[in-house]
């Protein structure tokens, strides 16, 4: 690869982009986006819209149908999602590129975290200026730019941005899916981590409640009656927990147990909730049958347990096809003088969710930062304009056939058919 005058101009119109992309993020970053605060990821939604306007072709709105959910007391209810955003460009062109993000963040509408500030140290602290609205105005500059390269026309992409990447993607899945099957490479704006290098192989994930049913009875009058649906939750939690360490890479986190009733009262209702990661397919499935076995064990006269959800990210290996596109990457990011380096995470994100649709993909293009899902949340500065000449370069090396998308396309399908 070489970079040529072309490629230059618009590297060197990104280089004057870096306050308008910093703002950007910035001013999205004070809309309050938790995944459950409706209202607030209304405003980041026509933000966004307006926002992703002045690419050649106007963004659309996809609805999302309701996810179930459980509710503390054990009952199936629905989770609305606001409508996710789509931008396909030059569809009929003959490479093809998924560009994905999520609008949703993990701070609920009540955190005291709700803007951004600049530390001492320099760098930007505050509610998804990593994860993920810096990435978001990352993608949106390097697509801006990318459009002023005069080969873009060899290259068409979708765009899109999801309301729900946080509590699982559930509802966007089908869209992720039908995007992926359209494309040749993925490109996806989760943070760095926290070195700065990219995430190679993922683990898989899945969110389980299970729902334990017992019997009510007054605490002193007739205590030997009841059956405590709490006890039964807490021995499920254990045996659960105790599946931690029985296979290597696979970590099931007990995250919250919801029950209880008045102190005079025997509990008739307990939800355990949980996370597993595992690393292999194989590893879901053995990680399933325990599940099942444990919730299978709740035989005792008044008490009974049922298991909600599932695996919602399979694993993403770091297959050759995978290696092949990070090597690609490497080359791209040592024409700007950036070293390009990866590792695996047990992080899950809707890169997954492309590798599972047979998309090969790279889904730490976003800002260079660190500690996302906690309130010391920060990005770097310099990376907004560093990582958005990445990606613009990715996309200019695809449009001229030094990076071979469809190739890459290709060899996941072959590796796909050899298993």
Not at 22 to 36: D, L
Not at 163 to 179: K, N, Q, R, T
Not at 261 to 281: G, K
Not at 342 to 358: Q, R, T
Request: with cysteine.
């Amino acid at each position: 690869m070489r970079l040529n005058d072309e490629d230059r101009a618009v590297l060197d119109h990104l280089a004057g982009q870096g306050a308008l992309i910093i703002e950007r993020a910035i001013a999205w970053c004070a809309i309050n986006s938790g995944s459950h605060h409706l209202a607030g990821l209304e405003r980041q939604r026509q933000s966004l819209l307006e926002a992703f306007a002045g690419l050649p072709a106007a963004p659309t709105e996809i609805p999302l149908a309701a996810s179930p959910e459980i509710g503390a007391n054990g009952k199936i209810g629905e989770r609305a999602h606001p409508s996710a955003i789509a931008v396909v460009v030059r569809p009929e062109a003959p490479v093809q590129v998924v560009l994905t993000g999520h609008y949703d963040t993990v701070y609920p509408e009540t955190s005291s975290f709700q803007t951004v500030t600049t530390r001492a140290d320099g760098a930007l602290h505050g509610p998804g200026i990593a994860d993920m609205k810096g990435g978001i105005s990352v993608m949106l500059a390097a697509l801006e730019a990318f459009e002023r390269h005069p080969l873009a026309g060899r290259v068409g992409y979708r765009v899109l941005l999801s309301p729900d990447e946080e509590i699982g993607s559930v509802a966007s899945a089908p869209i992720l899916a039908e995007f992926a099957r359209l494309g040749h490479v993925g490109l996806t704006y989760e943070p760095a981590l926290a070195d700065g290098s990219l995430a190679s192989a993922r683990k898989g994930s899945g969110n389980f409640h299970v729902v334990v049913h017992g019997r009510a009875a007054h605490a002193g009058r007739d205590f030997a009656a009841g059956r405590n649906a709490v006890m039964e939750a807490v021995r499920i939690a254990q045996a659960l927990h105790a599946l931690n360490g029985q296979r290597e890479g696979v970590t099931c986190n007990i995250a919250k147990i919801d029950g209880g009733s008045p102190l005079n009262m025997v509990p008739d209702v307990a939800v355990v909730r949980f996370n597993v990661r595992f690393p292999a397919a194989e590893d879901a499935t053995w990680f399933q049958d325990e599940v099942d076995r444990i919730v299978a064990s709740t035989t005792g006269e008044g008490l009974h347990a049922h298991l909600h959800g599932r695996v919602t990210r399979g694993a993403k290996p770091f297959n050759a096809a995978q290696q092949r596109l990070f090597g690609a990457v490497k080359a791209v990011g040592a024409l700007l003088g950036q070293e390009i380096g990866w590792k695996p995470s047990g992080g899950v994100c809707e890169g997954n969710n492309l590798f599972a649709s047979g998309l090969p993909n790279v889904d730490t293009l976003g800002v260079r930062g660190g500690d996302i899902h906690s309130e010391a949340e920060h990005a770097w500065p310099d990376s907004f304009v560093e990582r958005a000449q990445l990606s613009a370069l990715i996309l200019m090396k695809l449009a001229s056939g030094e990076i071979d998308g469809p190739a890459l396309r290709a060899a996941m399908t072959d590796l796909a058919e050899t298993v």
